[in-house]
């Protein structure tokens, strides 16, 4: 975005500058970080409400930054999507999560997030499915989340894709469910195996009677179509309570567990989580 200068010239502004400089140092950090392998996976436990156990995780990326510390996923997933570098880094997750699994001691689930960048780029399916031989973890055991996004545009080969994958045995979840204008829509045309209701529905449970209304119908809706349905954020009993009642499968979020490293969540398998 250029600003009209004095005499029609166009210049950039100061702060303008300093914006596109952050981007670019950005831009080489996230590859530095890909080709010195820095990126990290964070274990989050996914728990069955009913039993109070364990049946899998979702694999959440981290990066400590040179510098710079820890950066969000929500910091430095947008740029990489622009750049197209989500290929690799995506392409990464999905292989490290796979692994990490196939070495677990119960053959739980892991969840990996699937950037709408990613999905559309050539060659993703086969990413999967060479995840999936070298570690030689069963597709039934590996969940991908996407959100909205993914079904945005190209849809006869977005759907084309998904059902080639879910064809494999591996599981497709919807991310982030009732925060895009078309959730329901796309239930309708894509049968996903799990939907995710979203931490912003979640977090007014026990306060607003309209969130525990909102999640009432959408366990309605999830039992009708037979998907099973998942509920992030949790961070009190009084909610994990809430949906225990109203039939939620399984939950994850602060309350439970939050997310960990490899080691940890291997450590964790197994025992059981106290609800
Ligand atoms: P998401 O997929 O919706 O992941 C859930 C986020 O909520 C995670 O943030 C998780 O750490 C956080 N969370 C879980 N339980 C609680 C809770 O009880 N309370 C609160 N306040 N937060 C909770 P995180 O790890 O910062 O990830 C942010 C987003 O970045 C993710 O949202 C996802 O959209 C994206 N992301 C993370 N890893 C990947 C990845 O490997 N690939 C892609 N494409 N996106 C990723
Ligand atoms: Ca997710
Ligand atoms: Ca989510
Ligand atoms: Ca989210």
């Known amino acids: 975005a250029k600003e009209a200068g004095r005499g029609g010239h166009c210049f950039f502004a100061p702060e303008m500058n300093q914006k596109l400089h952050e981007r670019r140092a950005l831009e080489i950090d996230l590859r530095l970080a890909l080709a010195n392998g820095s990126f990290r996976l964070a274990y989050q436990p996914q728990i069955r409400l009913d039993t109070g156990r364990i049946t899998g995780a979702e694999a959440l990326l981290r990066w400590e930054r040179p510098d710079h510390g820890n950066i969000s996923p929500d ?10 570098l989500i290929g690799q880094i995506g392409a990464w997750a999905i292989k490290e999560a796979c692994l990490q699994a196939s070495r677990w001691a119960e053959p739980l689930s892991i969840a990996v997030n699937v950037s709408p960048v990613q999905f559309r780029q050539a060659g993703f399916y086969d990413v999967v499915v060479s995840a999936l ?11 991908l989340e996407i959100t909205e996004g993914v079904l ?4 006869e080969d977005t759907l084309a894709i998904l059902g080639r994958l879910r064809q494999l045995g591996i599981k497709i979840a919807m991310d982030d469910f009732g925060t895009g204008y078309s959730s329901l829509g796309y239930l309708q045309r894509f049968p996903f195996d799990k939907i995710k209701i979203d931490r912003s529905f ?3 449970l026990g306060q607003d009677p309209n969130a525990a209304a909102i999640v009432n119908a959408v366990m309605g809706m999830s039992r009708a179509l037979g998907v099973r349905a998942n509920a992030e954020g ?42």
């Open 133 to 143: 031989r070298c570690s030689g973890l069963s597709p039934e055991r590996l969940e």
């Open 234 to 275: 949790v961070e009190f009993k009084t909610q994990a309570d809430l949906l225990l009642s109203q039939g939620c499968d399984e939950v994850q979020g602060y309350f439970f567990a939050k997310p960990m490293p490899s080691e940890a969540f291997a450590g964790l398998i197994g025992m059981g989580l106290p609800v």
């Open 152 to 155: 945005l545009n190209d849809t």
């Open 202 to 204: 979640v977090r007014n």
């Open 75 to 84: 910091q430095f997933i947008p740029l990489a999507e622009e750049t197209g």
